[in-house]
Structure formats: C-alpha cells, structure tokens
C-alpha cells in the first residue's frame, strides 16, 4: 500500500482543526454546567436554610456568564487570533502512507523539511468530514486533506491506521 497525499494548510482548513479542537475537550465541556448547577445548588440550599445567599448568588452568576463566554470565546476568538500569528499559513504538506510509516515532506518560505515515521508515534487520529487530523500530541496535529482522495485509498489508510492505533475516530 502507498497512499500520497497533498495537503495545503489555508486559513479555512486551520480553522477547521482548531474547532474540532476545541469542541472535543470534554472535560471543560463538562465541569462548567456542573459546576454550575452545584453553585445554583448550595445556593438555594443556602437560601433555605439561611438569609446569607447573596454571595452565592453573584458565584452562581458570574459562572453562568462564564458558561457563556468560554464558549464564544474557544470558537469564535481564540481560533482567529491564533492565525493571526502562525507562519504555516499556505504551507504544502507532501504525505505517503504506508502500511507500517508515512513520510512527510514540508514546503514553504521558511521550512523545507523530509521525515517519516511510524504509525506508533501518533497518539490518535480523528476523521472530520474531509479532514483526517494526525496527532502527535493532545494540541498538535498533521492535518490531511481527504477532499480528492478515492474512497479505496480512504478505506486502505482507515485500516492502517485501526490496525497500528489505539484511538481512531473514523466518521
């Protein structure tokens, strides 16, 4: 098996990885309604048993805007600003799977690199659409182009990948 790849790093598709990223932290997602809900809880326990709830009413207050805002601010603002300041932007990504590595050629005005590597240093892969992202860590990621790939190749680089990773998220 060899699949190649070519992948063009655009403001869209940057875009796109870092709100997959953002929405698949779970658990931000989860602690604030949580947390939430226990402020609102001892709140109205407080306030039963007490006339002293003011201060748990401003807590449960300022965690309901921030419910509000972390959410804006992980969607709309963080991922705008940070590509206000990479220099990856237009970058080509020249990919070969195989069955047991992928190499990597990197292009652009301040990188011209070559590496490979096995499937075994990739901590997982998730699949968004036409998007595959790669990730070397929790927060980095090779992001690949899926748009022009043939379905064969699709299900070829599906089964490398389950068959040497743990986590594979293939929708």
């Known amino acids: 098996?060899?699949?190649?790849?070519?992948?063009?790093?655009?403001?869209?598709?940057?875009?796109k990885?870092?709100?997959?990223?953002?929405?698949?932290?779970?658990?931000?997602?989860?602690?604030l309604p949580i947390a939430t809900a226990?402020?609102?809880?001892?709140?109205?326990?407080?306030s039963i048993f007490s006339e002293l709830s003011f201060p748990v009413a401003v807590c449960a207050f300022m965690l309901t805007l921030f419910d509000i805002i972390l959410p804006l601010m992980f969607f709309l603002i963080l991922p705008k600003y940070a590509l206000k300041k990479t220099k990856i932007l237009g970058t080509v990504i020249e990919y070969t799977f195989t069955e047991n590595e992928i190499f990597i050629t990197v292009n652009n005005e301040n990188i011209d690199e070559k590496t490979s590597m096995k499937y075994s240093v990739l901590q997982k892969?998730?699949?968004?659409?036409?998007?595959?992202?790669?990730?070397?860590s929790p927060s980095?990621?090779?992001?690949?182009?899926?748009?022009?790939?043939?379905?064969?190749?699709?299900?070829?680089?599906?089964?490398?990948?389950?068959?040497?990773?743990?986590?594979?998220?293939?929708?």
């Open 1 to 15: 098996m060899e699949i190649n790849n070519s992948t063009v790093y655009t403001k869209e598709r940057l875009l």
């Open 38 to 46: 226990g402020v609102y809880l001892i709140g109205l326990i407080q």
């Open 140 to 171: 980095n990621a090779f992001v690949v182009d899926l748009t022009e790939m043939p379905n064969e190749e699709k299900e070829q680089l599906k089964e490398a990948l389950k068959s040497n990773l743990r986590r594979v998220k293939w929708k």
């Open 17 to 31: 990885f870092n709100r997959f990223f953002a929405r698949n932290q779970k658990f931000l997602w989860c602690a």
């Open 125 to 136: 892969a998730a699949k968004n659409k036409d998007e595959l992202y790669l990730f070397l």
